[in-house]
């Protein structure tokens, strides 16, 4: 096992030491080379159950409707494809509108301290000819318990945009947040989404320009999930070219479950991961530093890693603590697949983690128990680590099949502290070059100090 420390010492960009605390989540400029211990604080986690009470009962922000497990393509990479253990595969299963309009009963119940909450349809692929009926009852059944109860709502759905050329006049008409599972140039794209599907998406993405540009604009995001690091420079230019106004998350090739011998671990390249993003860390302090935007593709990568320093909690540690500030099960959003059952979220399904279903409501004592399970194995770990006031990891992201599994989460461990540290970095630099700029920056997102 890996040293534990509750500190981190780390270079800025610059060469400048740094050290960043734990105890009291200081980042402090390091004066010499000489070792300067710290006293280890005595912390545990642990769960305020009141907190999951008032969570499930009235912060549910997001429904997620598995419209259905069905999909037109067959992606390489998606966790259904049979290469992670314990994911479900797909079916011809599809969810009924009784039941859809159950979960958003739900919703609706058990959101009343929201500003907004949101509707959200998955699959599979949600917007196959099966589903068209469910997505669009649901969407009015919706629209008119927003309006009778008076609390906003918005509609969102996740596609692979093969289907856009049928449903774009639908999607103007009902002002939907649209995301779009677009990997890049046709070339990256079609190698791990299928031949043809690049093709579709953007011959969908046409009409809707010619349709309504102002929608495309406000409402279209994408969605991009590369397996190589070295196709990064070419779906950064892609999207510069050709939709620089539209949003853009990025996310790499999900590592953890995927089997031993999947043809993946063959050409998932990892090794240059850390050079490349730091190459791209750097150009991303030097733009925000010069106040000015960067792009969407540097946004994506670095701007949640910039404000998770930013607007960490600097307060006493009181113990115990809550988790690495998962979330809890159902409490901020919520999965309904099929049958009725409730998952805390898309990546649960196909696993044992139900925590309810649309006629029982969620149960507090299944969130409580999956809590207390996570609870243990940050115990385990987290005690003597740098990271738990800025972590953020998901309590999902640890588990091997259907079971929380701490061999997967030393794993996870790694690679979340080394993301960790480059966002130390990344900040530590841009406020020794310009406090001024970063300030700007961030209230430019909306965040304020």
Known sequence: MMEKKQYIDFDSFDGERFRYRQKDGKILKLLSTEPVLEPVSK???????????????????????????????????????????????????????????????????????????????????????????????????????????????????TTNGTTLTNWYNWFIENDVSLFLSLDGPEEIHDKWRGKGSFKKIIDGIEKIKRKDDDYFRRMVSFSSTFVDFSDLPDIRKFFNTNFPDNSIRLSSVRISGLLEDSPLRQVINQNSSKSRYEIYAKEYVVIISDEKQPDKF????????????????????????????????????????????????????????????????????????????????????????????????????????????????????????????????????????????????????????
């Open 43 to 157: 912390i545990s986690f642990g769960i305020d159950y009141n907190r999951v009470r008032e969570k499930l009962d009235n912060s549910l922000e997001l429904l997620i409707i598995n419209a259905t497990s069905d999909c037109n393509l067959r992606c390489r990479y998606c966790v259904y494809s049979n290469n992670y253990i314990g994911e479900a595969n797909y079916s011809d299963k599809t969810i009924s509108e009784e039941t859809a309009k159950k979960a958003i009963d739900h919703l609706f119940k058990h959101s009343q301290k929201i500003d907004e909450r949101i509707i959200s349809f998955y699959g599979g692929e949600p917007l196959l000819e099966k589903a068209k009926s469910v997505v669009i009852g649901s969407v009015e059944y919706a629209r008119r318990l927003s309006i009778i109860e008076n609390l906003p709502l918005r509609i969102a759905i």
């Open 298 to 449: 540097l946004k994506a990568l670095f701007d949640q890693m910039l404000m998770v320093i930013y607007y960490r909690y600097r307060g006493n540690l009181d113990s115990p603590l809550w988790p690495t500030n998962t979330c809890v099960p159902g409490g901020k959003k919520l999965f309904v697949r099929e049958d009725g059952r409730f998952y805390a979220c898309e990546k649960a399904y196909g696993t044992d983690f139900e925590v309810g279903d649309v006629d029982s409501g969620v149960d507090f004592s299944k969130v409580s128990k999956l809590m207390e399970e996570y609870a243990d194995a940050c115990n385990h770990f987290c005690l003597e680590c740098w990271a738990p006031r800025i972590c953020g990891s998901c309590f999902m992201s640890i588990r091997k099949g259907e079971n929380i599994n701490r061999e997967v989460m030393g794993e996870i461990c790694s690679s979340k502290l080394k993301s960790l540290e480059l966002g130390l970095k990344i900040y530590t630099t841009a406020v020794q070059r310009s406090k001024k700029g970063i300030e700007k920056y961030l209230n430019s997102l909306g965040h304020s100090k």
